[in-house]
């Protein structure tokens, strides 16, 4: 095991591999229950407002196939389904659309950045996706990944760093937004935390844990209030 994660998993972290396992077995609920109907970019995108939520999880499908970090906003809206399963498949495919870029080679490089992940190796994977970023810069979920990885590796102001960056490139990725939120907390600035944690709720209303942290955020705001008078 690195010497990086040799302490108890830190809640950016935490949030991290919940996602993973998340986009994993919602990819496989979609495997499953997504019918066998092929669609095409445009009736991919259009099934996204079918009426018939199997029609709506079945155009995820045919869109995680066929699109690019671009195509996630058009499902980010499905975060708010009236479905249960439609949101937990609309999860796993804004992140799993997030980590394509569209790029082959840039793809086959990003997945071995995950591979590294995986594998604990922090150093080389901040190496693999500081490659990345530095071939293609446009590319957000290249810097939200080293984000995470610089947490783990107790850069926290690098990381605060690339998460202003995949802001900047991305407003609604409520995963950097979140993470971002969870630093600034830590060091005592909850005002700039409930910001970003307002923003990212209204983005992803179901995101785990977002009331119990904005309350505790508001309660840290007064408290710092009343000491100041």
């Known amino acids: 095991m690195s010497r990086y994660l040799r302490c108890a998993l830190p809640p950016i972290l935490k949030m991290t591999v919940a996602v993973t396992l998340a986009v994993v077995l919602c990819a496989m609920q979609l495997a499953h229950a997504a019918s066998e109907e092929k669609l095409n970019y445009q009736q991919a995108r259009k099934a996204l407002g079918h009426a018939e939520p199997q029609r709506r999880i079945n155009g995820m499908h045919q869109l995680l196939k066929l699109g690019t ?19 937990q498949v609309a999860l796993a495919t804004v992140w799993q659309l997030w980590g394509k870029s569209g790029d082959a080679a840039i793809d086959k490089l990003y997945q071995e950045g995950l591979d590294r992940m995986q594998d604990r190796d922090v150093p080389k994977a901040i190496q693999v996706f500081s490659d990345i970023i530095a071939k293609r810069p446009e590319f957000a979920e290249a810097w939200n ?30 995963g950097a937004l979140v993470g971002y939120a969870q630093m600034l907390a830590e060091r ?34 007064e408290n710092k209030r009343k000491s100041m008078i």
């Open 188 to 221: 005592s600035q909850p005002e700039r935390a409930l910001a970003l944690m307002e923003r990212a709720s209204k983005i992803n209303p179901y995101l785990a844990n977002a009331e119990l942290m904005m309350a505790a955020l508001r309660i840290q705001i």
């Open 69 to 87: 970090a671009k195509d996630a906003g058009v499902v980010l809206s499905l975060l708010d389904d009236a479905q249960p399963a439609v949101r």
């Open 145 to 174: 990944k080293r984000a995470t990885l610089y947490y783990m590796a107790g850069e926290y102001e690098l990381s605060m760093q690339d998460c202003e960056e995949v802001i900047k490139r991305l407003p609604e990725h409520f």
